[in-house]
T-cell receptor
């Protein structure tokens, strides 16, 4: 079972509409949680970084929330645009007792915006 | 802002040959870089952690003799796919961070490898 689960697996919405993507994780202890946007055939681009103590962080039309108690995060996209069509990946970063870092990637949500 | 550059963006090679992919951090030093591969419609899979000046740490199931990693400087890591086979065809991505738990991890643009 993947330690970082995302839902839905894919989503299609009309341009201008809002949507929310979910990320549930079981990895612990975690250092921070990140949301990335990945266009097809390109490297991921960071949207938000949230530490354990942060509940909400915004980046333009993207707003991420984090509930460390329930180990859930969400990414809300407001007023979607065609350019938002991409895969959105939730990534949990661990720092071990030995100082090694490890990233655990979610399975991603494929978002398609239609005009 | 910080940029991680990969080269080449895409490469086609014959079976049995070796191909090298470079990952450079352009405006910061990175003692650690990471290499991933990604199959179509799947998430990134960590292959190995590249440590400057020392041996790379490979994830379970990744053949270290097949995927040679060299982190010769604080701004350059290379991944060499040796004796490539068609099943090695994939999208390879590297990442690096200026350091610190809160710092952004920057990903390269990725390299498409096709083995024919």
């Amino acid at each position: 079972k993947n330690q970082v689960e995302q839902s839905p697996q894919s989503l299609i919405i009309l341009e201008g509409k809002n949507c929310t993507l979910q990320c549930n994780y079981t990895v612990s202890p975690f250092s921070n949680l990140r949301w990335y946007k990945q266009d097809t055939g390109r490297g991921p681009v960071s949207l938000t970084i949230m530490t354990f103590s942060e509940n909400t962080k915004s980046n333009g039309r993207y707003t991420a929330t984090l509930d460390a108690d329930t180990k859930q995060s969400s990414l809300h996209i407001t007023a979607s645009q065609l350019s938002d069509s991409a895969s959105y990946i939730c990534v949990v970063r661990l720092i071990s007792n030995f100082g090694n870092e490890k990233l655990t990637f979610g399975t991603g949500t494929r978002l398609t915006i239609i005009p | 802002g910080a940029v991680v550059s990969q080269h080449p963006s895409w490469v086609i090679c014959k079976s049995g040959t070796s191909v090298k992919i470079e990952c450079r951090s352009l405006d910061f030093q990175a003692t650690t870089m990471f290499w991933y591969r990604q199959f179509p419609k799947q998430s990134l899979m960590l292959m190995a952690t590249s440590n400057e000046g020392s041996k790379a740490t490979y994830e379970q199931g990744v053949e270290k003799d097949k995927f040679l990693i060299n982190h010769a400087s604080l701004t350059l890591s290379t991944l060499t796919v040796t004796s490539a086979h068609p099943e090695d065809s994939s999208f390879y991505i590297c990442s690096a961070s200026p350091g610190g738990t809160g710092n952004t991890i920057y990903f390269g643009e990725g390299s498409w490898l096709t083995v024919v």
